[in-house]
């Protein structure tokens, strides 16, 4: 069973920044969309950024755009969120995901196109 392990959250003063990771421990990882997600207390679970299983193309939520970064390495079947600027507003548990799907820009967001998902890490941010 292919698992998704985040690792890399904690607590970041304001203007900060944190580097996200997320190991698979499965094969074909290389054949999967990826995807971090959050989900603040008390909100639902939204998308954050994905990348196709190339890694050619890249999508953020309008959020983070310009501050967040997604990339992957194949040959280590990791993905890597890098956060930037941090804001208070970023704090959230983390969730690294994978979907066997074709990305568009509306299909990365959904939720239900993934069918694996780590634990989550946290993100908190101080202001």
């Known amino acids: 069973q292919v698992q998704l392990v985040e690792s890399g959250g904690g607590l970041v003063p304001a203007g900060g920044s944190l580097l996200l990771s997320c190991a698979s421990s499965g094969r074909a990882f290389n054949e999967y969309t990826m995807g971090w997600f959050r989900q603040a207390p008390g909100k639902e679970r939204e998308f954050v950024s994905a990348?196709?299983?190339?890694?050619?193309?890249?999508w953020h939520a309008d959020s983070v755009k310009g501050r967040f970064t997604i990339s992957r390495d194949n040959a280590k079947n990791t993905v890597y969120l890098q956060m930037d600027s941090l804001k208070p507003e970023d704090t959230a548990v983390y969730y690294c995901a994978g979907g066997h799907f074709i990305p568009t820009a509306i299909v990365v967001r959904e939720l239900d196109q993934y069918v694996m998902w780590g634990q989550g890490t946290q993100v908190t941010v101080s202001s």
């Open positions: 990348i196709s299983w190339s890694g050619s193309s890249t």
